[in-house]
T-cell receptor
Framework: DAGITQSPRHKVTETGTPVTLRCHQT?????MYWYRQDPGHGLRLIHY???????DKGEVSDGYSVSRSKTEDFLLTLESATSSQTSVYFCAISEPTVNEQFFGPGTRLTVL | DQQVKQNSPSLSVQEGRISILNCDYTNSMFDYFLWYKKYPAEGPTFLISISSIKDKNEDGRFTVFLNKSAKHLSLHIVPSQPGDSAVYFCAAPTNYGGSQGNLIFGKGTKLSVKP
């Protein structure tokens, strides 16, 4: 299995509070991604990174920001959490020359 | 507009029989397809892929068929086992033209294999 960890694995927070999710990889893969999974929607891309300090928006980026200051860490921040951001969040990694992405175990976030 | 569609939210099959999971796509520029498998409370895991230069790719009990003219692919699992019960996602990279792209996923099909 690819060395990808996500923290926290579970979080319950209140509307309006800031939340940061962390993805850490030990594979030295250049590309990293954040997805959310919701019933009836499959996996949708939030933000992605093609390298340190190189990030871009995905399909559902509103309300989210990301940062990547080191190859191994990719942070997803909800500046002011809303109930619509209750979801399961997955981090993924890949290398530039292949299409396959490898996923972390996920973070279940509940915004009350 | 959904570019990758999995129109069956769920599928139930008997152990030992064939499972056929279907996926349709609308973008004729897609030239590579992947299937992922996801168990509850775990991340998706890569299962099998196919390039558009092929019409079939086989890996053990798993075979993916691609029909480019119909913009349709299917995943066959033979024989199905209870441990195959999971959600299966079809995906395509938006990297046609040679550049690295992101994956677009279908909504998934939940497979239940009954003993």
């Amino acid at each position: 299995d690819a060395g990808i960890t996500q923290s926290p694995r579970h979080k319950v927070t209140e509307t309006g509070t800031p939340v940061t999710l962390r993805c850490h990889q030990t594979e030295n893969h250049r590309y990293m991604y954040w997805y959310r999974q919701d019933p009836g929607h499959g996996l949708r891309l939030i933000h992605y990174s093609y390298g340190v300090k190189d990030t871009d928006k995905g399909e559902v980026s509103d309300g989210y920001s990301v940062s990547r200051s080191k190859t191994e860490d990719f942070l997803l921040t909800l500046e002011s959490a809303t109930s619509s951001q209750t979801s399961v969040y997955f981090c993924a990694i890949s290398e530039p020359t292949v299409n396959e992405q490898f996923f972390g175990p996920g973070t279940r976030l509940t915004v009350l | 507009d959904q570019q990758v569609k999995q129109n069956s939210p769920s599928l139930s099959v008997q152990e030992g029989r064939i499972s056929i999971l279907n996926c349709d796509y609308t973008n004729s520029m897609f030239d590579y397809f992947l299937w992922y498998k996801k168990y509850p409370a775990e991340g998706p895991t890569f299962l099998i892929s196919i390039s558009s230069i092929k019409d079939k790719n086989e890996d053990g009990r798993f075979t993916v068929f691609l029909n480019k003219s119909a913009k349709h692919l299917s995943l066959h699992i033979v024989p199905s086992q209870p441990g195959d019960s999971a959600v299966y996602f079809c995906a395509a990279p938006t990297n046609y033209g040679g550049s690295q792209g992101n994956l677009i996923f279908g909504k998934g099909t939940k497979l239940s294999v009954k003993p």
